[in-house]
């Protein structure tokens, strides 16, 4: 029975060791609301990959005709590749069945980052599979559930923070005596201060500000679509998987 | 003109160059909120220090007639030392006309990071002084304020960003055009959501309780008190004065 809940803030925040711990990886805008959008629409898993060359070589590894590239630098589809980090763009009919090689600058890295640390599982979570995610949590053995924000750049970021404090505020209906680590109960406040008007709050941070410059409004709203999916992804062995 | 406000959630996450910016550093249980009490209340100086033997070599070299040892370990009195680490133990009759020799957990820590960053100032900040911090930035000449939580034994402290968050949110009234990083917009929801009832809220995290259990429930009163005091701790040549 997990027993606390903790928020790293930024992925070098993390610990080295995990053990005992259920780690959900958060990049609201975009990398793990697009993880999750590309397993609900039938994809065959996700791998993420830290740079494009890398995914590069998982296509040719693996098959031109079974794994499309996706991702994102600057924000922007990366030259070559056939996906942006969009989660529209990620239809049934484009990944269904297939294998996505997975870049963007700070979701696959801090999958990366926390995927070799011993903990218990790691999840991808988001708004749009808050509920699924912390309904996992109910069937995992592990003492602590750690929410690690990626970030912007190694900084912090709004949206992912609020995110973390949507999971810990439902894990307290689920688990009624979970502990909160200061930054999950912090994370808790911003979440519940802005629950009422979530597309508004998380389009208040820089980074979805720029975002919404460089073209991709519509994806903020698209993420801040609280616990409409019941997908929950789980990283494993460098390979994410629906649960 | 101070153009952006930001918030490090620990001191490991400030960057390494600091020119630029005017740095607050921010332990609210309880090291800037003593260190303000103890200049407020007449002391020439507090000199943080990194450890106890640091201390003692202070006072060795200043004089033991001019010098008091102050500070905790495990958040009590080290052993040998004049005071402890609550800011009501710095009274007038004590400390007036003396210099403190101060080491603590996170603060001192926290000062010592920062110090030769070279930033434009260094500030101590906290509840106490908040308005008199802010009031201060108007007449330093820096592009951005950095509040730099102290935070619990490198871990996010809940009263130290929700401090933070009080600071900028003061700041918006004061600099009406300044920008919020992504930390400084969730430090002020934070504080704007408990600002109706700020001891209740700083004594809900981990460490308030923790020192509460210590005894020490008093200083989270204390420290609780919003805007005042107007002393404004400034950190230079690794000695703190009031401005």
């Known amino acids: 029975m997990i027993a606390r809940v903790n928020v790293a803030v930024t992925p070098s925040a993390v610990a080295i060791g995990l053990r005992g711990f259920v780690v959900i990886v958060i990049d609201v ?94 999840l991808c979570g988001s708004l749009n599979n808050r509920d699924a995610i912390v309904s996992s949590l109910g069937t995992i053995d592990a003492k602590e559930a750690l929410l690690v924000c990626a970030g912007q750049d190694g900084e912090f970021s709004f949206e992912d923070f609020f995110c973390a404090g949507g999971i810990a505020s439902a894990c307290t209906e689920r688990f009624p ?40 409004r519509d994806d903020i709203f698209d993420a801040a679509r609280l616990d409409v999916s019941r997908v929950v992804p789980v990283y494993r062995d460098g390979e994410i998987f629906r649960s």
Chains 1, 2 share one sequence.
């Open 177 to 216: 005596n979970i502990a909160f680590s200061d930054a999950a109960l912090a994370a808790a406040v911003t979440f519940r201060s802005g629950e009422d008007r979530i597309a508004d709050a998380i389009a208040s941070g820089e980074h979805a500000q720029s975002l919404a410059a460089l073209g991709f």
């Open 29 to 122: 805008l975009r990398a793990t609301t697009t993880i999750a959008r590309a397993l609900e629409n039938g994809a065959q898993s996700v791998i993420p990959c830290l740079e494009p060359e890398d995914a590069i070589s998982v296509r040719n590894r693996v098959g031109r005709d079974r794994v499309l590239l996706g991702g994102e630098r600057e924000s922007r589809k990366i030259s070559g590749f056939d996906l942006d980090n969009s989660p529209a763009s990620y239809t049934s009919a484009v990944v269904g069945g297939k294998t996505v090689a997975f870049t963007t600058t700070n979701g696959t890295r801090a999958l990366q980052r926390v995927g070799h640390a011993g903990a218990v599982a790691v």
